[in-house]
């Protein structure tokens, strides 16, 4: 398999959506060595030996508790990230594959791995599943993340946008689809003009199919 078999890169939506679906069905350990050897980015040998160090920790643990093959999810986000920004760090490449820990329970086995930067930056992410309902409290969240810089902003982008290819209805309710158009692509449209494009296409595509 080859790079294009695994990661985003632009195509139609419905190329995009195969691409996420055959990402799941094979184990992470493999899209993580098809990552590192098909990255935009080359990293050098103590930046490859350190980024697999991590995950391999991050193996270690029980992300399928998530759903299966959960760890698929932050390597196509890390490909993601490098497509738009290849000047990223592997401390970066890090932070994007933990992004979560906070809300999985991770964050203790993994903090001594990261710098207080990158963790600083999982909790501006770490939502309140209590309040995700709360516009007051997503506009606030947004806000936040849009105030620690547009990288982060950006990131949070790339993580909607790759969960969203799974496709499936349930991730397209109206409360859903405002949520991308108020928060996320309002924001976005500053930053990054072919990703926001993008964000718009998608949210169309999927209000044309489910409604």
């Known amino acids: 398999m080859t790079e294009n078999s695994f990661f985003f890169n632009y195509e139609k939506i419905q190329i995009e959506e195969f691409k996420k679906r055959q990402s799941l069905l094979i184990p992470s350990k493999d899209l993580f060595e098809n990552f590192i050897t098909f990255s935009p980015k080359k990293f050098d040998k103590n930046e490859i030996n350190d980024i697999k160090s991590f995950f391999s920790n991050l193996l270690s643990l029980d992300f399928d508790k998530i759903y299966k093959n959960y760890l698929t999810h932050p390597i196509r986000v890390a490909h993601m990230w490098i497509l738009i920004n290849q000047s990223v760090s592997a401390q ?120």
């Open 92 to 211: 970066e490449i890090k932070f994007v594959l933990a992004h979560n820990i906070i809300e999985n329970g991770f964050l203790d086995e993994l903090k001594k791995n990261l710098e207080k930067k990158e963790i600083e930056k999982i909790k501006i992410l770490t939502i309140d599943r209590n309040k995700e309902n709360n516009l007051d409290y997503l506009n606030l969240y947004y806000n936040n993340i849009e105030k620690h810089s547009k990288n982060l902003l950006i990131f949070k982008s790339l993580d909607k946008l790759d969960n969203l290819l799974i496709g499936e209805k349930y991730l397209f309710n109206k409360h859903s689809l405002n949520l991308l158009k108020n928060q996320i692509c309002f924001r976005l449209k500053k930053y990054n003009t072919r990703l926001y494009d993008y964000m718009c296409n998608i949210i169309n595509f999927y209000e044309k199919k489910y409604y």
